[in-house]
C-alpha cells in the first residue's frame, strides 16, 4: 500500500487540489497550534509536502523537511526560496537518515499520520529515535467525524473512493486516510513511546495532539 500512496503524491494532480471550507479552517487552525508551539532549535516536519508548514517555522529555528515524494520535495524547495533556516531531503518517515537524537521538535501536520497505513507505528518508532529526550511531538489527525466532509473534498476534487472501513478512506488515486478518535490517538502515541500533554479536537473535523519523547 505505501508504494500506491507515495503515487497519488508523485502525480499531477496531487499540487492542484482544492480544499473545501472544513478542511481550510482545520489547517488554518492547525498552522496557528504549530507557531505557538514548534519549540527548541531543531525542528523536523515529516511528510512536508509543498511547503506549508516550512513557511511559518520562525527564523530562529532550523527546520527540516521531509517527504518520500520527490515531487513535493521539489515543490516544497521552490515555495521556500532562500530562506536559510529550511533544509529538504527526500527520505521515507518509516526509515529516516538521521542519527539517534538529532532533533528538539516533529512536526506531522495534516493527517500526516493517518495517512501511513500500516506503517504508522514504524514512523512514530522512528520519529521518537530521531527526537532528543524530551524532545515535542506536535501532530494533526482527521478525526472520525470527517467522513462526510472528506468524501465531498474527494468529489470535489475528481478523485475516486475505492473503498471504505471503519478506519480507513482508500482512493483509486492510492491515498489512504485513516480517522482517529481521541482515544485511539492516545493509544497509538503512547504505544510509540511517547507521554501525551495534549489531545484535543481543533475543528469539527481534526484533532490536536501534543507529546514528549520518554
Keep these: 500500500m505505501a508504494h500506491r ?19 481550510t479552517d482545520y489547517l488554518t ?8 508551539n514548534v519549540t527548541g532549535r531543531s525542528a523536523l516536519e515529516l511528510g512536508c509536502g509543498t511547503g506549508r508548514i516550512l513557511g511559518i517555522i ?7 523537511g521531509i517527504d518520500y ?5 521539489d515543490l516544497a ?6 530562506r536559510s533556516n529550511v533544509g529538504l531531503a527526500q527520505m521515507d518517515a518509516c526509515a529516516m537518515g538521521f542519527s539517534n537524537d538529532s532533533f528538539d521538535c516533529a512536526i506531522a501536520a ?14 512514530l518508532e522512528e520519529t521518537g529515535r530521531v527526537l532528543r ?38 482512493l483509486r488515486e492510492g491515498l489512504v486516510s485513516e480517522r482517529f478518535g481521541i482515544g485511539k490517538l492516545q493509544s497509538v502515541v ?21 507529546a514528549v519523547r520518554r
Design 5 to 23: 500512496v507515495q503515487e497519488f503524491y508523485e502525480a499531477e494532480h496531487f499540487s492542484k487540489l482544492e480544499l473545501t471550507a472544513p478542511f
Design 29 to 36: 487552525r492547525e498552522a496557528e497550534l504549530i507557531c505557538r
Design 58 to 64: 520562525p527564523s530562529h529555528i532550523q527546520v527540516t
Design 69 to 73: 515524494s520527490q515531487r513535493a520535495i
Design 77 to 82: 524547495r521552490m515555495s521556500q526560496g532562500t
Design 110 to 123: 495534516w493527517n500526516f499520520l493517518g495517512n501511513q497505513h500500516r506503517g504508522r507505528d514504524r514512523c
Design 133 to 170: 529526550p524530551q524532545g515535542m511531538l506536535l501532530a494533526s489527525v482527521l478525526a472520525d467525524s470527517v467522513l462526510s466532509a472528506y468524501l465531498g473534498f474527494v468529489r470535489a476534487n475528481g478523485l475516486h473512493v475505492e473503498y471504505i472501513t471503519r478506519d480507513y478512506v482508500v
Design 190 to 210: 503512547k504505544r510509540a513511546g511517547f507521554d501525551l500533554l495534549e489531545v484535543t479536537p481543533i475543528s469539527d473535523i481534526a484533532l490536536w495532539c501534543k
